[in-house]
């Protein structure tokens, strides 16, 4: 099951006190446009890896924060920890737009990428044109360094400590790191963090670093290097910022041979652009696009997880960037799934439908009592993803499941396909709109997201509509 993989906890350890005291009675219900679908993060979960997406601190609310909420259990702030944002004024620090990333994936049973310390871009004015000596430009990377992931500790599981050292040609970027400090400034940002946080998982990032090439080349030369110096370096970060079509062949063998030098590597800014307007051919290439890369980190079991640049075409980067192109994320500008979602469902084992299943077992599984509930979990140390059928012996038109369980602590966090509420050791389910009417011998799924403490055995009694159910 998670053979290759740690399976890691969804949830910031701050996030499981914050949910456990403020949610006793907790209802959740996926948004319609996707309601019957298995979240990506479920299925990625069960596969042993994250599925994130970069999220901005304008997306908070309303649909964006719904489907991000729903389907991705780890978010990269797109620019609220960057240097410029954080400390616009030397020394000053402005945390409140991170902060509020943070506080936003805790109440989500969500994970952190830090996005980024040390980089060429975005960058304040103050240290841009403040003609300081090579030393004191040290010091204050060390200081911003330092600070920042202080602030963060415990907060962000992983972290850009730097962000896009190298040229295409793999000779080092000319920036102010570079040029004022040398090559020694990647392993000293590196040391300085770790000792800010020694818990987070620290990664050099970049992009056009997925297939074999002399910027690969350089990025592997570098964290070969710095394991045999033993400076804290515990992953590598390829963006994977694709153009149709063009997901580099040897990606998964590129992955794997860094994986080979003892760090783990991720997949940290996924997207794929296409000329606009999007044609129904490139959007089917897209999803073979999204597909192959699914399918190349879950190759490798040193791949920590995916992260997508942005979940939907409104909010992506990419038009601005690349004038004419764009299209280059899961959900459209409307934010509905396009096949390239369907495609990450699938290939993370998932249906890969919005349609919920609706031939009925021919003969009701349970030997033919009332009503069965099957219930399946994966669990982890502070979570579980509980998969549940339910049979009905009888046709019904809605439903309503009830799982008593015998004790444990659980806060159930996600809902999909049905609308969870929770009483203590109770839990209520009942049917949307599209799945409450069954057939005789009919089934129906639903599943949840929970945080639990303690124990989580399964439920020792159920009801279908107040019928005692046999559970299996
Ligand atoms: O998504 C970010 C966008 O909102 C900013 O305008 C842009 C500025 O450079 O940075 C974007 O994110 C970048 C990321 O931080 C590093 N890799 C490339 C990303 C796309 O530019």
């Not at 940290?268 to 699914?294: C, F, G, H, I, W």
């Not at 959900?331 to 390239?340: H, I, V």
């Not at 008593?404 to 969870?420: D, K, L, M």
Request: glycine share 10%; proline share 5%.
């Amino acid at each position: 099951m998670f053979s290759k993989r740690t399976l890691r906890s969804a949830v910031g350890g701050s996030g499981v006190a914050l949910l456990a005291v403020t949610a006793a009675l907790v209802a959740v219900a996926m948004p319609s446009a996707h309601a019957a679908d298995t979240p990506l993060r479920t299925l990625a979960e069960a596969k042993g890896i994250y599925m994130g997406t970069a999220l901005m601190a304008n997306e908070l609310t309303g649909t964006s924060a719904s489907i991000a909420s729903t389907q991705f259990d780890e978010v990269t702030p797109g620019n609220e920890m960057k240097w410029d944002t954080v400390e616009p004024t030397q020394g000053t620090y402005n945390w409140g737009p991170g902060d509020q990333i943070v506080s936003f994936a805790q109440q989500h049973g969500m994970q952190v990428r830090g996005h980024n310390l040390v980089w060429h871009s975005q960058l304040p004015n103050w240290l841009t044109s403040g003609s300081f000596t090579n030393t004191q430009v040290h010091d204050l990377m060390i200081k911003h360094v330092t600070d920042e992931v202080t602030h963060y500790k415990g907060k962000v599981i992983h972290w850009d400590v730097v962000n896009e050292p190298f040229n295409e040609d793999g000779t080092y970027r000319s920036d102010i790191w570079y040029n004022q400090i040398g090559q020694s400034y990647i392993a000293d940002a590196l040391t300085a963090a770790h000792a800010a946080d020694p818990a987070a998982k620290l990664y050099i990032n970049d992009y056009n670093i997925e297939g074999e090439n002399a910027k690969s080349n350089a990025m592997y030369n570098l964290v070969k290097s710095l394991k045999q110096q033993g400076v804290p370096i515990d992953g590598v970060g390829f963006q994977a910022h694709f153009i149709l079509g063009q997901i580099p062949s040897d990606f998964e063998a590129n992955l794997q041979r860094f994986a080979d030098l003892g760090v783990d590597v991720a997949v940290t800014e996924l997207d794929v652009r296409m000329n606009t307007p999007a044609t129904a051919a490139n959007l089917q290439q897209q999803a073979s696009d999204y597909t192959k890369v699914v399918d190349d980190c879950l190759g490798v079991s040193r791949c920590q997880g995916i992260t997508v640049w942005g979940f939907n075409d409104a909010t992506s980067w990419v038009p601005s960037t690349f004038p004419g192109q764009g299209a280059a994320t899961p959900y459209d500008e409307n934010y509905q799934p396009k096949p390239a979602y369907y495609a990450i469902q699938t290939a993370l084992g998932g249906s890969g439908s919005t349609t919920p299943p609706t031939s009925p077992p021919t003969t009701p599984p349970g030997g033919g009592g009332a009503c069965t509930v099957g219930y399946a979990t994966n669990e982890w140390s502070t979570g579980v993803t509980a998969n549940i059928t339910v049979t009905s012996a009888s046709a019904v038109n809605g439903w309503t499941v009830v799982l008593t369980y015998p004790g444990g602590s659980r806060t159930v966090t996600q809902a999909w396909n049905a609308t969870v509420t929770q009483n203590g050791s109770t839990l209520t389910a009942k049917n949307l709109s599209y799945n409450g009417t069954l057939a005789a011998g009919g089934s129906a799924t639903f599943g949840f997201n929970a945080n639990w403490s303690g124990s989580d055995p399964k439920p020792s009694g159920a009801t279908l509509n107040g019928t005692a159910c046999t559970v299996s």
